[in-house]
């Protein structure tokens, strides 16, 4: 039976119907709540559980620890109502990035190969509104005939245009119609901006930043807004991929760290064919050798969700607290499929490998 949840921080009620999430009904209502990955995994969605009982799917440690629930903290993408309800989202101690949800009709207006198996797809947005968001936010977008996907924009919110780079995913449905069929004046619908893992621009401390494959696109935005914005601390950029053919627009941000003596830039391959000169490894092995450079920074993480839950636990483990880490890691479909355990997920219970840098993943 529906269960009706009062969402205090909205000011409105939602009925969430049985095996519903309450962050799913919350989304159906038009209700910006606060999410990211939908997949327990981010934490972009934890909430406090004012009156009611949930029963909450399994979720890793990152998104919520133990003791923040039993300090009544829950995830709404993870929570069931097994009664009525009241729940309000956690307000962060810094501005929340509120734009309006707005839902835009763009055209194709530029395509083209970054990589192998990435396309930069820039957008023109169709009467005069442009996207409001915040450097590290991400859209959901529809190409024609099929499902609408998360995609990170790549642009400076000043900048009319959308950009966005998107990796072909093996038997994905909306990446493959991307890399084989889109074309050049497609009509594309936009409906923004979401995530939590933006900018801060009243941190005054170093920066890292860490991005696996098209993961560049949400850093690439947050880098150039904050040069722009004049921020002047030591930003550390570390951009994992697998080889050579996976490395893009290196030679542009090599040109902003010449062009900024505050930014360091590394390209990390995981499994080079050839000899290199670029630093080798998982990224995560080359910051735990050069951790001296990037303790007690503000971290911003993008990519593939093993190299962004290894690089998170790494930054835990390193004493970076939870809410000084920003992670955007790139969830598909399957991934939201419900997982069977609420293990954490950790270089330590690692089965497979990242397909994108090569990172172990659970
Ligand atoms: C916050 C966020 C931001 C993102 N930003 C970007 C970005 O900037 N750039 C980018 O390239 N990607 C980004 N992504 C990932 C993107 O949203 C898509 O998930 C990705 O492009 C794959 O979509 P798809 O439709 O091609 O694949 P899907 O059709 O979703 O399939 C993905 C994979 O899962 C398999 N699969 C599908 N369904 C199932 C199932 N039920 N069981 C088992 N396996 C299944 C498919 O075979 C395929 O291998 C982001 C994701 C999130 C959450
Ligand atoms: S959106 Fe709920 S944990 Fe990521």
Redesign the pocket.
């Known amino acids: 039976m529906p269960y009706d949840v009062q969402i205090a921080t909205a000011g409105k009620a939602v009925s969430v119907e049985n095996g519903d999430t309450i962050l799913d009904a919350a989304i159906m209502a038009g209700i910006a709540y606060p999410h990211?990955?939908r997949a327990g995994r981010c934490g972009a969605c934890k909430s406090r559980l004012v009156e009611g009982e949930v029963e909450l799917l399994p979720h890793t440690r990152f998104s919520l620890t133990e003791e923040e629930r039993d300090a009544g903290l829950v995830l709404a993408c993870r929570a069931l109502p097994r009664s009525n309800c009241t729940i309000s989202w956690l307000k962060n101690d810094e501005a929340l990035a509120t734009h309006p949800l707005q839902q835009l009709h763009c055209v194709v207006d530029e395509l083209d190969d970054l990589t192998h198996d990435i396309k930069r797809v820039r957008l023109r947005v169709e009467g005069d509104l442009p996207l409001a968001f915040t450097a590290g936010q991400?859209a959901q977008v529809t190409f024609p005939g099929c499902?609408p996907?998360?995609?990170?924009m790549a642009n400076r919110p000043d900048e009319s245009v959308l950009e966005?780079?998107?990796?072909h995913?093996?038997?994905?449905?909306?990446?493959?119609h991307v890399a084989r069929e889109l074309a050049v004046g497609d009509p594309v619908r936009v409906e923004g901006p979401f995530?939590d893992s933006y900018l801060r621009e009243a941190h005054s401390g170093p920066i890292l930043i860490v991005a696996g494959g098209?993961g560049l696109?949400?850093v690439k935005s947050i880098l150039e807004t904050a040069l722009a914005a004049g921020m002047r601390q030591p930003i550390h950029f570390y951009f994992g991929v697998r080889d050579e053919r996976d490395v893009y627009l290196a030679s542009y941000f090599q040109e902003l760290a010449v062009n900024h003596d505050n930014l360091q830039f590394d390209v990390v391959l995981s499994a080079p064919s050839g000899t290199t000169e670029r630093s080798t490894g998982l990224v995560t092995e080359v910051l735990a050798a050069q951790w001296d450079r990037v303790s007690g920074c503000r971290a911003y993480l993008a990519g593939p969700p093993p190299m962004v839950e290894a690089a998170s636990e790494l930054l835990l483990a390193h004493g970076i607290p939870a809410d000084s880490i920003h992670a955007?890691a790139?969830?598909?479909?399957?991934d939201r499929?419900p997982t069977t355990t609420a293990e954490p997920a950790s270089p330590d219970n690692a089965k497979s490998a990242c397909s994108c840098c090569h990172t172990a993943s659970s």
């Open positions: 990211s990955c991400y499902p996907r998360e995609y990170s966005f780079h998107i990796r995913v093996s038997g994905g449905a909306t990446s493959a995530g098209s696109a949400p955007d790139f969830y598909t479909s399957a499929e």
